[in-house]
């Protein structure tokens, strides 16, 4: 298993400006994943970051506004830009056994974030 | 495209048994996976079908019919606490992909 730190829980911001989530796993992964899952929704990955590369967007999702580091094998961060009230939602982030054959994802608990 | 369709919500008696279904559309299928989510909780992981047939783990148990690109979770003897949501997801170049969700309500 992987036990995943995510910081902050939760936070409220002013919309205009910018907030970053932190996401600490206890054991060295090749990929991280960030996902958003709005109220009553799915879970929708908006990205997937590698150490020492950029990382890889999903489809509506783009680096200005949701820019990622990802520096060495147990930490990354996603960075929500310049916030509008759209981007309230539950950021999450994941990683996976590095095998294709192991399915299982972990999860950390998640950054309620509501902007204002 | 890619998508995993599943009924929004389901609604059952604690103590009884509950199919949650789930058809999918996708290239690239390893197999399919179930998730759990407590409101305000971060999903966990509950099985996982790499072949067609019935996995049992416990009260719960999943089915894949890759043939018809369906599957489906049974939770049996039904307890309140198995109140959550429940996505079916696939895991494609270790990318994982959810479902809609399910939202299960047990009554007592």
């Known amino acids: 298993s992987a036990v995943i730190s995510q910081k902050p829980s939760r936070d409220i911001c002013q919309r205009g400006t910018s907030l970053t989530i932190q996401c600490q796993v206890d054991s060295q992964v090749t990929m991280m994943f960030w996902y958003r899952q709005q109220p009553g929704q799915s879970l929708t990955l908006i990205a997937t970051a590698n150490q020492g590369s950029e990382a890889t967007y999903e489809s509506g999702f783009v680096i200005d506004k949701f820019p990622i580091s990802r520096p060495n094998l147990t930490f990354s961060t996603l960075t929500v830009s310049n916030m509008s009230p759209e981007d309230s939602s539950i950021y999450l982030c994941?990683?996976?056994?590095?095998?294709?054959?192991?399915?299982?994802?972990?999860f950390g608990q998640g950054t309620r974030l509501t902007v204002v | 495209g890619q998508s995993l369709e599943q009924p929004s919500e389901v609604t059952a008696v604690e103590g009884a048994i509950v199919q949650i279904n789930c058809t999918y559309q996708?290239?690239?299928?390893?197999?399919l996976s179930w998730y759990q989510q407590h409101d305000g909780g971060a999903p966990t992981f509950l099985s996982y079908n790499a072949l067609d047939g019935l996995e049992e783990t416990g009260r719960f148990s999943s089915f894949l019919s890759r043939s018809d690109s369906y599957g489906y979770l049974l939770l049996q003897e039904l307890q309140m606490k198995d109140s959550a949501s429940y996505f079916c997801?696939?895991?494609?170049?270790?990318?994982?992909?959810f479902g809609t969700g399910t939202k299960l309500q047990v009554i007592p």
């Open positions: 996708t290239s690239g299928f390893y197999g």
């Open positions: 994941s990683v996976g056994r590095d095998r294709r054959e192991n399915t299982e994802a972990f």
């Open positions: 997801a696939y895991k494609s170049y270790q990318k994982v992909t």
